[in-house]
C-alpha cells in the first residue's frame, strides 16, 4: 500500500521552523457567501503570494486553505534557497525557447533577493541567511557537472566557486565527496515564518483568508465562477488553484499531470559546540550529486536537519537508524547524534519535470508541479498568477501557460515513482562504494 497526500494528519508539521515560525494564524473557516473578484484555492506559498500581490493591486481576494496556512510543503521542506532551477541554464532554455527560458533562469537568480524584498517590504522575520549553498560531488561526471555549471555562471561575473576536496573537507566538516561548488547567492530560510508572514500581510491589506476549509467544488454560474465548502460559497471572476501536490479532483484532469512523492526530512537534537564547530561552520546549507539527493543544514539551535528522499510505502518509513546510517557515511562523528523529529512532505512530479502554469478555462488558473526548489518560485508563480489576473497578458509571465499534460496510467504512477526511486538508490549506492573505495 501506498501513502497518499490525503492520508497526511491534519495537524501542522513538528518541524524545528515552529519554534521560530510566529504564531498559527487561527483564522476562521468560511460559514457564508462571498463576491469577490479572486478566489484562491490552497494556502501555501503560491496562493499566498498570489493573495498578497493581486491585493496589493487592488483586488478583491478571497483564500480558502483546506488545513492551515502553509500546511502543505510550504512548512514541510529543508527551507534551502537557490538562485537557480534544478536545470542548468542552457536546459532550461532548450525545455522553454528563448523567450520563456532566458525569464525563467532571471527569475530562479532572483528569486532570494525576490523573497528578501518581500520580508523586508512586510516586516517578516524569516530566518534569512545567504551564505551561499554547496553542491557536492559524489563521481567524477558529477563534478564535471559543477565545473561547468561555475564555468557558465562565472562568466557571467556571478559569484560560484569549484571547492577542491580539502576546501570542501573543511566547509563541509567532511571529507566523503570528491569536491564541489559553492553558489554565493543563495542561502536558507524558515519556510513556515514566512508563509505565515505572506498570509498575514495579505489579510493586512484586505484579503479574506479561512483555514479549515476545503473547497470542494468548483463550477460556472452564468457570468461566474463558484467555489462550494463544506458551509460555505465563494462567487468569483477568477479562481487559482494553488494546490500542488495536494491537488484534489477540483478541476477535472489537474490531479493527473502530477504525481504526488512523498519524501521525510530528520532533525537531531542540538549538536555538541565541538560539532558545530567542524559541521558545516559556514552554516551554508547543502545538497549532494545523487539521484536521491541529500540535503543538511543546521538550525540556528544546533539542530541538524537532513533530508534524505522519497519513501511512498506505508509501513516502510525510513527509521532514524537508516537514516543516521545514511548521515553517519558523509558525518562519521555523528555516531552518537540523537534523533529529534521526522515528518513527511509531498512534491509534485510531472512529465515536464518542473513548475506549469495552466490556463484553464477562461477565468480559472493553476501554477503547480514543483518537486523542489520552489520556495522563491512559489513566490514568483503566485505574484504572476496575480498579475494575469489584473491584467498583465500571459506572453508577459515568466512561465507559459500550456495545456495540461496528464500522466498516462496515473492510477499507478505512485507504484511507478516508488520503484524508480527504488532503482536510483540502487544505481547510487553502486556509484557511492566506488567514491568510498576510492576515499
Ligand atoms: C520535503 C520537501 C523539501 C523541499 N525542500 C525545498 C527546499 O529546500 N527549497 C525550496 O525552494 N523548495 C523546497 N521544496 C519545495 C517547496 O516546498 C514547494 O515548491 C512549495 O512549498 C510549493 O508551495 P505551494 O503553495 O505551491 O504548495 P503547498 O505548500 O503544498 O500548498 C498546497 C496547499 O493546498 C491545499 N489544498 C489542496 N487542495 C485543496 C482544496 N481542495 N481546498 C483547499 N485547500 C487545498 C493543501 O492543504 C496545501 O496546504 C521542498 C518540498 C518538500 C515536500
Known amino acids: 500500500m501506498l501513502f497518499r497526500p490525503a492520508d497526511d494528519s491534519h495537524e501542522p508539521a513538528r518541524t524545528p521552523y515552529r519554534v521560530r515560525g510566529g504564531d498559527p494564524l487561527g483564522l476562521p473557516s468560511l460559514k457564508e457567501e462571498l463576491q469577490t473578484d479572486i478566489a484562491i484555492v490552497g494556502g501555501g506559498i503560491t496562493g499566498c503570494s498570489a493573495a498578497l500581490h493581486a491585493v496589493e493591486a487592488g483586488a478583491k481576494v478571497v483564500l480558502v486553505e483546506g488545513q492551515s496556512i502553509g500546511w502543505g510543503a510550504s512548512s514541510r521542506n529543508a527551507g534551502h534557497l537557490p538562485a537557480a532551477t534544478k536545470h542548468e541554464p542552457e536546459e532550461v532554455v532548450r525545455l522553454y525557447g528563448e523567450t520563456f527560458g532566458p525569464r525563467i533562469i532571471d527569475a530562479s537568480e532572483n528569486g532570494p533577493r525576490t523573497i528578501e524584498?518581500?520580508?523586508?517590504?512586510?516586516?517578516?522575520?524569516?530566518?534569512?541567511?545567504?551564505?551561499?549553498?554547496?553542491?557536492?560531488?559524489?563521481?567524477?561526471?558529477?563534478?564535471?557537472?559543477?565545473?561547468?555549471?561555475?564555468?557558465?555562471?562565472?562568466?557571467?561575473?556571478?559569484?560560484?566557486?569549484?571547492?577542491?576536496?580539502?576546501?570542501?573537507?573543511?566547509m563541509l566538516g567532511s571529507s566523503f565527496y570528491l569536491g564541489g561548488a559553492i553558489d554565493r547567492r543563495g542561502g536558507s530560510i524558515n519556510p513556515l515564518a514566512y508563509v505565515r508572514g505572506l498570509a498575514r500581510a495579505a489579510l493586512k491589506k484586505g484579503a479574506y483568508l479561512y483555514e479549515n476549509t476545503r473547497a470542494q467544488s468548483l463550477y460556472r454560474d452564468g457570468d461566474e465562477w463558484v467555489v462550494r465548502t463544506a458551509d460555505g460559497v465563494i462567487r468569483a471572476d477568477k479562481v487559482f488553484l494553488c494546490t500542488n501536490a495536494y491537488t484534489d479532483n477540483l478541476w477535472p484532469g489537474l490531479r493527473r499531470t502530477v504525481i504526488p512523492v512523498r519524501t521525510i526530512q530528520f532533525t537531531t537534537k542540538p549538536l555538541s559546540d565541538n560539532l558545530l564547530k567542524t559541521i558545516l561552520p559556514g552554516r551554508q546549507p547543502m545538497i549532494d550529486t545523487r539521484r536521491v539527493l541529500i540535503s543538511v543544514r543546521i538550525h540556528r539551535d544546533g539542530r541538524l536537519h537532513f533530508g534524505c528522499g522519497p519513501s511512498m510505502w506505508a509501513g516502510s518509513a525510513p527509521t532514524w537508524q537508516s537514516a543516521r546510517a545514511r548521515l553517519q557515511e558523509i558525518f562519521p562523528q555523528l555516531a552518537d547524534v540523537e534523533f529529534d523529529d521526522y515528518w513527511p512532505g509531498w512534491m509534485a512530479f510531472n512529465k515536464a519535470d518542473s513548475w506549469q502554469m495552466h490556463a484553464l478555462a477562461?477565468?480559472?488558473?493553476?501554477?503547480?508541479?514543483?518537486?523542489?526548489?520552489?520556495?522563491?518560485?512559489?513566490?514568483?508563480?503566485?505574484?504572476?498568477l496575480a498579475r494575469h489576473a489584473m491584467g498583465t497578458p500571459a506572453t508577459e509571465l515568466t512561465l507559459p501557460m500550456t495545456p495540461l499534460d496528464p500522466v498516462g496510467m496515473h492510477a499507478f504512477s505512485g507504484m511507478g515513482a516508488a520503484a524508480i526511486a527504488q532503482w536510483w538508490r540502487m544505481r547510487d549506492a553502486i556509484e557511492m562504494r566506488r567514491l568510498k573505495a576510492k576515499v
Open 362 to 384: 477562461p477565468g480559472v488558473f493553476a501554477a503547480l508541479g514543483c518537486n523542489g526548489r520552489g520556495v522563491a518560485l512559489a513566490t514568483i508563480y503566485g505574484r504572476d
Open 117 to 170: 524584498a518581500i520580508a523586508e517590504r512586510y516586516g517578516i522575520e524569516c530566518e534569512l541567511m545567504f551564505p551561499g549553498i554547496i553542491t557536492a560531488a559524489h563521481t567524477a561526471e558529477a563534478l564535471d557537472g559543477l565545473k561547468h555549471r561555475v564555468d557558465y555562471w562565472q562568466k557571467r561575473g556571478r559569484p560560484l566557486e569549484l571547492l577542491d576536496r580539502p576546501t570542501l573537507a573543511s
